[in-house]
């Protein structure tokens, strides 16, 4: 069977930033391969779905995972992608100039965001968990939510786990 993370990093951000670097050691672990595509090409929201898009991720088992902007994108393709799994950091939804309302499609969402976010609001993180039935994670941080990497990994290796076996693939 085949394992795929796709990372979405935020605006501006990489596509080796700390969490990904993090998150991607505990995918691999897993025996998940791993793509973090590079978006910094563009700002444009809509530009970075297409992209995500036109690399036609897929595997057996396929979790996407966005941070900030990144979130939103992730968010938005999973409704063409259907991924197992959708993993979403601090996701910039419900923000002026992300218009597409997002409507996740995924076996697994999981929602993290810092109660002291100062560039999104907690409250749409919340508006989102609510509305697609997400599990939700509010941890004491801000935006970057880099202070609390060890959790975050830790978070994401349950929701692998929790993944493959939705999707029939664990080892």
């Known amino acids: 069977m085949h394992k795929q993370v796709y990372f ?19 995918a691999r672990a897993q025996g998940f391969a791993v793509e973090s595509p590079d978006y ?29 902007m990144g979130g939103y994108v992730s968010a938005v393709a999973s409704q063409a992608l259907a991924p197992t799994g959708l993993f979403l950091l601090a ?10 309302e997002p409507q996740p499609r995924a076996a697994r969402l999981e929602i993290v965001h810092g109660w002291h976010d100062e560039v999104i609001p907690v409250e749409h ?13 509010l941890l004491d941080s801000g935006h970057t939510l880099n202070d609390q990497i060890p959790y975050l990994e830790h978070l994401f290796r349950r929701f692998l786990q929790e993944v493959e076996e939705a999707a029939g693939t664990a080892s």
């Open 91 to 100: 996701p910039a939804v419900y923000m002026p100039g992300y218009e597409a």
């Open 8 to 26: 979405a990093h935020g605006k501006e951000s990489g596509p080796w930033g700390r969490k990904i670097q993090a998150l991607a050691a505990v």
């Open 125 to 137: 993180a919340i508006r989102l968990g609510r509305r697609h039935h997400a599990r939700l994670h």
């Open 40 to 68: 910094t090409f563009t700002h444009d929201p809509d530009a970075r779905i297409r992209h995500l898009l036109g690399l036609a991720p897929s595997a057996d088992c396929l979790v996407l995972v966005g941070s900030s």
